[in-house]
């Protein structure tokens, strides 16, 4: 992040407050109402959801369809409701394709399914570099993929939201469904980690 | 290049007007070699319709 | 039409810095302004293409020294002015 985080703070900090102050006394918005906002915007958005939709994919093959054909619907069934966004698609990874998801004119993203988006996410160098050369943008995050396997990059660039479905790791074949759900990272469900 | 539902034009959104037109939005699969003569993987963007131009050439 | 944010494959910017943020949010000012944002756009002050349009009509040289949350800010601040809900200069007292 920029210097501007660190000694502008202040200043900037203070502008907020003084806008906050402001939008008080003219009567658009409360302090108490701005604190039930960012409760609620933050609460519930979290990795650990779309751990559980990729749990329940692996474990159950009807729910994958579902999910693969209409994910907005399928993350509904298990009580995910995305507020800003209409649309949510799911793309699987496989043997043969590996799928990464950008946003590269802002920073859209699933919020509710993954948590808080990570500042890297937000990066210009992200968003500029994985659409051109995922590869090498991937294995900076230590994600080396073989010559042959084949890179889509989806660019949120209207109003769908992407999420990836992660192959599901080798061994796994006894573990109950809260414990693969333990096994998937947020990394993993943008696609610059595998599991 | 698939439907991906509807939504409204965001240029015209984006000016805070009450008439933006809702259109179809498409998902389009690009070769990353036909964006930037390099790359083998591909890049998918969703373009609204009147993003798009019909080629004559094409039959879909 | 290209803008300061339609960076898609644009090149000259290197690595990435791929350290996990220990928050969502490095100090409360953030927060409040992601509060900000939601709460002007539930009262329909404005849209999020409105928003995002803000964000990225700004000036490039400004655009890259900002940071992403102060964008937020000022993208709020041109909106607010706008819309005559606030006076230019009103935040500056």
């Known amino acids: 992040?920029?210097?501007?985080?660190?000694?502008?703070?202040?200043?900037?900090?203070?502008?907020?407050?003084?806008?906050?102050?402001?939008?008080?006394?003219?009567?658009?918005?409360?302090?108490?109402?701005?604190?039930?906002?960012?409760?609620?915007?933050?609460?519930?958005?979290?990795?650990?959801?779309?751990?559980?939709?990729?749990?329940?994919?692996?474990?159950?093959?009807?729910?994958?369809?579902?999910?693969?054909?209409?994910?907005?619907?399928?993350?509904?069934?298990?009580?995910?409701?995305?507020?800003?966004?209409?649309?949510?698609?799911?793309?699987?990874?496989?043997?043969?394709?590996?799928?990464?998801?950008?946003?590269?004119?802002?920073?859209?993203?699933?919020?509710?399914?993954?948590?808080?988006?990570?500042?890297?996410?937000?990066?210009?160098?992200?968003?500029?570099?994985?659409?051109?050369?995922?590869?090498?943008?991937?294995?900076?995050?230590?994600?080396?993929?073989?010559?042959?396997?084949?890179?889509?990059?989806?660019?949120?660039?209207?109003?769908?939201?992407?999420?990836?479905?992660?192959?599901?790791?080798?061994?796994?074949?006894?573990?109950?469904?809260?414990?693969?759900?333990?096994?998937?990272?947020r990394n993993a469900l943008i696609g610059t980690a595998e599991l | 290049m698939e439907p991906e539902g509807h939504a409204e034009l965001a240029d015209i959104s984006a000016q805070g007007r009450g008439d933006a037109p809702v259109e179809q939005i498409y998902a389009v699969r690009f070769a990353a070699r036909d964006l930037w003569g390099e790359g083998d993987h591909h890049v998918v963007l969703d373009l609204w319709e009147s993003y798009l131009e019909a080629d004559a050439d094409d039959e879909r | 039409m290209a803008r300061m944010n339609d960076i898609g494959g644009m090149q000259g910017f290197g690595p990435i810095d791929t350290t996990e943020d220990t928050e969502p949010f490095h100090a409360d000012w953030e927060a409040r302004v992601v509060g900000l944002f939601n709460a002007l756009r539930a009262q329909d002050v404005f849209n999020t293409n409105e928003f995002r349009d803000a964000i990225e009509s700004m000036p490039p040289a400004e655009y890259l020294a900002t940071s992403y949350y102060e964008r937020w800010f000022k993208a709020i601040c041109t909106l607010l002015e706008r819309k005559g809900v606030i006076e230019p200069g009103e935040l500056d007292d």
């Not at chain 1, 660190?6 to 102050?21: C, Q």
């Not at chain 1, 968003?127 to 051109?132: I, L, T």
Request: overall charge negative.
């Open chain 1, 1 to 185: 992040m920029t210097s501007a985080d660190h000694h502008p703070d202040t200043l900037i900090a203070r502008r907020v407050r003084r806008l906050e102050t402001l939008l008080e006394e003219k009567g658009v918005l409360s302090g108490a109402q701005l604190d039930e906002i960012i409760d609620a915007s933050l609460s519930g958005a979290s990795p650990a959801n779309g751990a559980r939709v990729v749990a329940r994919a692996w474990t159950d093959p009807a729910y994958k369809s579902r999910l693969l054909a209409d994910g907005t619907a399928a993350v509904r069934e298990l009580g995910f409701m995305e507020g800003g966004f209409q649309r949510l698609r799911v793309v699987e990874n496989t043997d043969e394709t590996h799928n990464v998801i950008v946003c590269t004119l802002c920073s859209c993203y699933p919020l509710r399914l993954l948590g808080p988006s990570p500042s890297w996410y937000k990066s210009e160098a992200y968003r500029s570099r994985v659409v051109r050369e995922p590869r090498a943008v991937l294995a900076e995050f230590g994600l080396n993929l073989p010559d042959d396997t084949e890179i889509t990059v989806w660019d949120s660039s209207a109003e769908t939201r992407y999420m990836v479905l992660p192959r599901r790791p080798a061994d796994t074949d006894s573990m109950s469904e809260a414990e693969l759900t333990g096994l998937v990272t």
